[in-house]
């Protein structure tokens, strides 16, 4: 089920200078929604920018959907400046998000606003048995950490500029755990370059991991093939797959990255 309309804002928090909590009301036609999938949101009224944005869902219950909102340019400023009350337009949810599936031990890797939607993720891992590793990195201070601390076992927190966090990549300690915990299931969000480094190192270790990808969107349907990226179609062939209706999930055994 997609919803293509309208829905109000209920409630609004700024949790950074440039990261915002945008909640609406979730509308029955929106169906089920799957931790990782996104919605594609008009940014303001005016129609401009004319494109809408894909922002990924960050929680949700009955009667709400959360996203988190990074304001980079100006779809995503007019979009953290809609007050409670206002209505905006959005379709979804869209795309494939994170298959659940039964594992003991789960480590969970979110790499700047891609904590977002791991945020979701964890929310609606509900496997009591299964027991969660987490390790989050940010350019400055951490964010939406309340949610992860509370359901996981171990948390690794790095930060680049504020002290009292781990510096360096999210990848050291994912190499260092991988050595000692035998990981079922990984998921994780977060820049292209640190996605490339953990499917690298989960791929070789033999590690399934779900990665969730990042690419301009215009559509957002899988209709102008603006998002495509390279994945695998059999040992020798790739084939150009839509990150908006193919993905945005895709195991990292799936995915080609181009070398940097
Ligand atoms: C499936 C999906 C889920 C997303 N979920 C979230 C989310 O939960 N929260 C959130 O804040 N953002 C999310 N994004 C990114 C968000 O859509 C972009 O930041 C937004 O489209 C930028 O629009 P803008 O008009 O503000 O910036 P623009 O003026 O369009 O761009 C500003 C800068 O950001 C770069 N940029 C634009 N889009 C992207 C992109 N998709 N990936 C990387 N760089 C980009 C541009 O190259 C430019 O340098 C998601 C993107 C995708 C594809
Ligand atoms: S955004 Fe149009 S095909 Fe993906």
Not at 8 to 33: F, H, L, N, T
Not at 40 to 62: C, F, K, T
Request: hydrophobic share 40%; aromatic share 8%.
């Amino acid at each position: 089920m997609r919803f293509d309309g309208f829905s109000k804002i209920v409630d609004k928090d700024w949790i950074q200078d440039d990261v915002v909590m945008i909640s609406i009301e979730r509308v029955a036609e929106m169906g089920e929604i799957i931790p990782g999938q996104f919605f594609n949101i008009q940014a303001s009224a005016a129609g401009y920018p004319m494109l809408r944005r894909p922002i990924s869902v960050s929680g949700y219950d009955e009667k709400t959907v959360t996203f988190t909102v990074k304001v980079l340019g100006a779809g995503t400023k007019q979009l953290s400046e809609h007050r409670v009350g206002e209505v905006i337009k959005l379709m979804g949810p869209l795309g494939n998000g994170f298959e659940r599936v039964k594992a003991k031990k789960v480590l969970i890797i979110g790499g700047g606003i891609g904590v977002a939607p791991m945020k979701g993720l964890i929310e609606k891992l509900e496997q009591p048995s299964s027991e969660i590793d987490v390790i989050l990195g940010f350019k400055d201070h951490p964010y939406l950490t309340d949610s992860f601390r509370t359901r996981c076992q171990r948390l690794a927190l790095f930060s680049e500029t504020i002290s009292g966090f781990r510096k360096g990549y999210v990848t050291e300690a994912l190499e260092e755990w991988i050595k000692t915990t035998a990981y079922e299931m990984v998921y994780a969000c977060g820049p292209l370059a640190m996605l490339r480094r953990v499917a690298k190192t989960l791929n070789e270790a033999g590690v399934p991991v779900q990665l969730l990808m990042e690419e301009k969107m215009a559509c957002g349907i899988g209709a102008c093939l603006v998002c495509t990226c390279k994945t695998k179609k059999d040992d020798f062939n790739f084939k150009l797959s839509r990150m908006c209706k193919d993905g945005p999930m895709f195991y990292g055994s799936e995915v080609i990255f181009d070398e940097n």
